[in-house]
């Protein structure tokens, strides 16, 4: 889907007769402090300098005792050949034993009326399966923490519909974001004074914008393409899930998979739709999902290995 050009705000303004305002400023796109200083006039000042912070005094208050831990949750520890592999054991209505895998480690998720004998088991037929998976979700996870931050200057290349953007950093009378899709660039009108904080979260901001806007779009499609339908839609912040859909049919879709190409964010869609059919992970539902999105198994690879790729922004 390609992004609709956003209106002119300052076009607007003159349209409805409102203040006039002084056109948007190039903000200089080096820190300051690497300026050297000119005989003639000073350089130009970035207007992501935060204000110089005054400390306030504040009445001490009481700490408040950590908040108890989920009783649903329990915290196992399992001997697997030479490794002792610690997990966290949900139970749960469902019929089988699941497996997850994410950030946190593993977590099993089974019916009440299995023993502990019995999970204990499942782990260990499926211990190399397990053993691999996390020592690859710790890889990714060094890797992605070794790659740099995004500089947040004028020019800066952020990922949006799985290709590179460019940030364009303005000096105005108010704050407005545009986005211009024949130049690929997004434009961040600022007050001076602005920091860096409050950039990084009109980008957050635009983001979620336009991933609640496409989403959407690609649900409704999908949906039609199978022939179910959903009960509501939300974006999620989850650190590791892409996607969830619960057993009343309401689905979550990351805002961050804005950042990948639309066949990516497809597949996600068509794997959480699919699971209004099938709430696992069988092959009814590979075959559920294959009906509208063939491509599956090398989409899900694919998310994998961009997910590596994509930079540190917030």
């Known amino acids: 889907m390609k992004p609709a050009s956003p209106k002119d705000d300052a076009s607007q303004l003159d349209l409805f007769g409102r203040e006039a305002q002084s056109s948007p400023k190039p903000v200089y796109t080096s820190p300051v402090w690497s300026v050297p200083p000119s005989s003639s006039k000073p350089p130009p000042v970035s207007p992501y300098v935060a204000p110089p912070e005054t400390a306030v005094p504040v009445k001490p208050r009481q700490v408040a005792p950590p908040p108890p831990s989920d009783p649903a949750i329990a915290k196992r520890q399992l001997m697997v050949g030479e490794f002792i592999l610690e997990y966290d054991l949900r139970r749960s209505t469902r019929r089988s034993i699941g497996f997850m895998i994410d950030d946190d480690g593993l977590r099993v998720t089974a019916p009440k009326r299995i023993s502990i004998a019995e999970i204990d088991n499942a782990i260990r037929t499926k211990q190399h399966w ?34 590179d953007i460019t940030l364009r950093l303005l000096v105005g009378g108010r704050n407005r974001t545009s986005y211009n899709p024949a130049t690929r660039e997004l434009s961040m009108v600022l007050v001076p004074g602005a920091t860096e904080t409050l950039l990084k979260e009109r980008v957050k901001s635009w ?62 869609v068509a794997h959480e739709l699919a699971h209004t059919l099938e709430m696992n992970h069988s092959a009814d539902f590979w075959n559920t999902v294959g009906r509208i999105y063939p491509e599956y198994d090398e989409a899900k690879n694919l998310l994998r290995k961009r997910a590596q790729e994509l930079p540190v922004l917030f």
Not at 141 to 151: D, F, H, N, S
Not at 239 to 254: A, P, Q
């Open 130 to 163: 397990i053993l691999s998976k996390l020592k690859e979700r710790r890889e990714r996870r060094a890797a992605r923490l070794q790659k740099p931050p995004v500089e947040w200057i004028d020019g800066a290349q952020i990922p949006y519909l799985g290709a």
């Open 207 to 268: 983001y979620q914008q336009e991933a609640k806007l496409l989403f959407e779009q690609r649900l409704d499609l999908y949906a039609a393409r199978l022939g179910v339908s959903y009960h509501s839609f939300g974006l999620s912040s989850a650190g590791t899930r892409w996607g969830s859909c619960t057993v009343d049919r309401k689905i979550r879709l990351n805002w961050k998979l804005i950042h990948f190409s639309l066949p990516l964010i497809d597949y996600v």
